[in-house]
T-cell receptor
Framework: GAVVSQHPSRVICKSGTSVKIECRSL??????MFWYRQFPKQSLMLMAT?????????EQGVEKDKFLINHASLTLSTLTVTSAHPEDSSFYIC?????????????FGDGTRLSIL | AQKITQTQPGMFVQEKEAVTLDCTYD???????LFWYKQPSSGEMIFLIY??????QNATEGRYSLNFQKARKSANLVISASQLGDSAMYFC??????????????FGKGTKLSVKP
């Protein structure tokens, strides 16, 4: 089945640090990948849609300068949390969809728990 | 606007019994897809089952079945013969017409299922 790898799984760092999270589709090509944020005991909230070769589409209220997204290839998207602060602590999870098949589910990575001290 | 409603924050079920998790949705799209995901405490999102809006038969995947009632805009998940490993958060999600929404998912708030031995 389709596998999405997300790395790192956990990050603990000091306030002011920038953190990069990688999302890779291992056995399929994904023109589009998605980045979600999940606070404890809440649902997944879409942050942005990452499109290969073009700028990401951000959801309302998400700071594009804070959360930098790069989708340089059909198998890799990265999310960089710039100058992270404690309020950025959350669970970040990416997903990818097999291009061209609208009945296909999104395949999720295992998520990244980000803790900013 | 699309919306997913899960009205059961938490559910308990006895091991080996069946349980139904409720999901209602709202959309103006003619073509859409409905998904159920399971999220264990470890955080990964596991795809369970898919139902397309034009599918005439209810979807089934092993112990999972989807009770799709289009006129009522409901897509309830039925888990038969519950197992202790079924204890997790369950999210209902919807994807609108592929061309319009780029395929992103709208999630409900989730239902926490606890299976009792």
């Amino acid at each position: 089945g389709a596998v999405v790898s997300q790395h790192p799984s956990r990050v603990i760092c000091k306030s002011g640090t920038s953190v990069k999270i990688e999302c890779r589709s291992l056995d399929f090509q994904a023109t589009t990948m998605f980045w979600y944020r999940q606070f404890p005991k809440q649902s997944l909230m879409l942050m942005a849609t990452s499109n290969e070769g073009s700028k990401a589409t951000y959801e309302q209220g998400v700071e594009k300068d804070k959360f930098l997204i790069n989708h340089a290839s059909l198998t890799l998207s990265t999310l960089t949390v710039t100058s992270a602060h404690p309020e950025d602590s959350s669970f970040y999870i990416c997903s990818a969809m097999i291009t061209g098949f609208r009945n296909q589910p999104q395949h999720f990575g295992d998520g990244t728990r980000l803790s900013i001290l | 606007a699309q919306k997913i409603t899960q009205t059961q924050p938490g559910m308990f079920v006895q091991e080996k019994e069946a349980v139904t998790l409720d999901c209602t949705y709202d959309t103006s799209d003619q073509s859409y897809g409905l998904f159920w995901y399971k999220q264990p405490s470890s955080g990964e999102m596991i795809f369970l089952i898919y139902q397309g809006s034009y599918d005439e038969q209810n979807a089934t995947e092993g112990r999972y079945s989807l009770n799709f009632q289009k006129a009522r805009k409901s897509a309830n998940l039925v888990i038969s013969a519950s197992q202790l490993g079924d204890s997790a958060m369950y999210f209902c999600a919807m994807r609108g017409d592929y061309g319009g929404s780029q395929g992103n998912l709208i999630f409900g708030k989730g239902t926490k299922l606890s299976v009792k031995p």
